[in-house]
């Protein structure tokens, strides 16, 4: 039998409804409540009513704005997909209605598959990548309009345009695909970047909308690639529709009295640590344009987590990035984190904590034994010490200290990792200078990160143009990192898509990634092997990814001339094979007269 619940609070007034979220729930989820922020014209004067089966009205909460309900709403095994009515009453009459919709989950969507050591993701901007529709590329009401000529302008690109070259993507060798936050940004200007969300529900119009975002994750798991979506928990956008009427006045730090993070991301492990730098650190804002939401604030953390939780179900999401991950402190990055995670087991978070420690990485990691006072359920990280030591251990002259002894000695902090092989590697990612440009436009170089990025243990991430060597000629300017994708809009006179017009440079070094992208996609040994690692000699550094049945071997030359290393050096992991095939270039080497090319690198694959 239906349970009829009424929540009594105190009536006057006129109403309305303007909005409820999450607009739709499902059926047969783990964690059975659900909270729904209601928000309209003086309705925290009414009842709450509902009338389904298996559904419970749990509690509803008030703030002291009169324009907000919190619903909490148990759903529970029993319940059915299907509609009802949330009634909005006063003294027995209704003045608001919402039809509610429970849909069926997909199925096997509890147990669906997040990206893993199998997966090669492409991080890209939709506004730069390709333009699919041009009739949204300005769209009324929006302040920031369409200007390819501005780096930090709308420069077009949309969902539309991925779709249309997702053929592009899968041929590459990407499974997985990192779009840029995708979320409305109805900032007035420099709002192609998506990390200024105004409404967490809605997708920005000049890149599609909700339903188009939903036929990309189709589109792409046809291909067998996976959608990450970029989330932020620590801020929004300073245009956010609640921005105008706060739930709370304490639903942002610094309400009324803007004040900017330090940035010290150490306060969180510091046992010295003045508690007024980290409150800064946790409380204060990127900039006035992003307001800091305050997570300790029940109500806000519960909306954020089932945020979250809608998206992974709707857009059936194989992947969370997660922004300025320790921004939002401990606790409540514990409390969302571990939430996702049980009610998606085998899903993915990585989350960014830009930091050169490994130490300061490993905390975050679920299962982490370093003394911390929090638990963390985080599956991954971006693992910005290796990025960093890999661009020194490039660029620098071969010495004692100095070279390839970088990145060997880094990995080398991998016992401090609950699970190193799950945290994401990178040559370069969407805030910092292209990878080319990092390695002083040094092709050799380039390709030696390629194939170390490919080749290394956990899962690779890289970043669209890096194909094409995309670089930029300002130093840390956002607006030339994030070019235009050439081909990707009606009119360019190169198209990376078809080769024409394409650089013969670019073209062997589009040609050389997707190589050696697809061929990883084919060795499990890359995916799940274990690793070992030679010390550098001689300006040579080598490792191998190996099973009991099947090894790899990459040895990289820095030196000018062509260098055959001491096989006997490394007969603890040859025994038995007596050649390998190169997986870039195809030929075969033998073992026992082998030489690695001047300033080249070899991804062999022993026999």
Not at 336 to 350: A, D, G, K, Q
Not at 501 to 517: D, M
Not at 559 to 582: H, L, Q
């Amino acid at each position: 039998m239906a349970l009829l619940i009424v929540m009594q609070v105190a009536t006057a007034g006129s109403f309305s409804l303007e909005r409820v979220e999450p607009p739709f729930w499902w059926t047969g989820m783990k964690h059975s409540e659900v909270q729904m922020l209601m928000y309209g014209d003086q309705i925290a004067e009414l009842d709450v009513e509902m009338d389904y089966d298996g559904v419970r009205l749990k509690r509803v909460q008030k703030t002291d704005n009169p324009n907000y309900l919190f619903v909490y709403v148990d759903v529970s095994a029993a319940a059915q997909p299907g509609k009802f009515d949330i009634h909005l009453t006063k003294k027995g009459k209704v003045k608001a209605s919402y039809t509610y919709e429970l849909k069926q989950r997909r199925e096997g969507s509890a147990l669906r598959e997040g990206f893993n050591s199998s997966d090669v993701m492409c991080l890209l901007y939709p506004d730069r990548f390709a333009n699919g529709n041009p009739d949204n590329d300005s769209m009324e009401g929006y302040e920031d309009k369409f200007d390819r000529e501005d780096d930090y302008g709308r420069h077009g690109g949309d969902l539309q345009g991925i779709i249309d070259h997702m053929d592009y993507l899968e041929e590459m060798g990407f499974t997985a695909l990192w779009l840029n936050p995708v979320m409305e940004n109805a900032m007035p200007e420099a709002s192609y970047h998506g990390y200024a969300i105004t409404d967490f529900y809605k997708v920005d119009p000049r890149l599609g909308d909700n339903e188009l975002y939903l036929e990309l994750s189709k589109e792409a798991k046809k291909r067998g690639i996976k959608l990450i979506q970029d989330m932020i928990m620590n801020h929004c956008g300073s245009n956010h529709w609640w921005m105008a009427d706060p739930p709370s006045n304490d639903w942002v730090h610094y309400q009324d009295d803007y004040k900017v993070t330090n940035h010290r991301r150490v306060v969180l492990h510091d046992p010295y640590v003045a508690q007024a730098d980290r409150e800064l650190f946790e409380n204060g804002w990127f900039v006035s344009a992003m307001p800091d939401m305050n997570q300790s604030n029940p109500l806000l953390a519960d909306y954020l987590i089932y945020n979250s939780v809608f998206w992974v179900e709707h857009a059936d999401l194989g992947g969370i990035r997660h922004d300025t991950h320790p921004y939002p402190g401990q606790e409540f990055m514990n409390q969302w984190t571990c939430h996702i995670m049980e009610e998606y087991p085998n899903f993915n978070i990585v989350g960014e904590e830009w930091s050169p420690d490994a130490a300061v990485l490993a905390k975050w990691q679920r299962d982490s034994q370093l003394p911390a006072d929090f638990a963390s359920c985080l599956p991954s990280l971006m693992d910005f010490p290796i990025q960093i030591k890999l661009i020194e251990a490039l660029k620098e002259e071969e010495s004692w200290n100095q070279g390839w002894i970088k990145v060997y000695e880094q990995l080398a902090n991998d016992y401090l990792y609950p699970h190193p092989m799950d945290l994401v590697i990178f040559p370069d990612n969407h805030d910092m200078d292209r990878f080319y440009r990092q390695v002083n436009h040094d092709f050799d170089l380039w390709k030696m990160g390629m194939a170390y990025i490919a080749t290394m243990r956990g899962i690779p991430q890289i970043q669209y143009g890096t194909e094409l060597l995309f670089s930029n000629e300002k130093h840390h300017d956002h607006g030339q990192i994030r070019e235009d994708f050439p081909g990707g809009w009606e009119g360019d006179e190169v198209n990376a898509f078809t080769g024409e017009n394409l650089g013969e440079k670019e073209k062997e070094a589009q040609a050389f990634t997707r190589k050696i992208l697809n061929w990883r996609k084919e060795n499990k040994v890359i995916h799940q092997g274990n690793l070992t690692q030679f010390g550098p000699q001689d300006g040579v550094y080598s490792y191998f990814r190996h099973t009991d049945e099947k090894a790899v071997i990459v040895i990289f030359n820095k030196n000018k001339e062509a260098y055959s290393p001491d096989m006997d050096r490394f007969k603890e992991r040859t025994n038995g094979f007596t050649k390998g095939i190169d997986a870039i270039s195809g030929k075969e080497y033998q073992l026992s007269n082998l030489e690695v090319p001047a300033r080249g690198v070899l991804v062999l694959d022993l026999k």
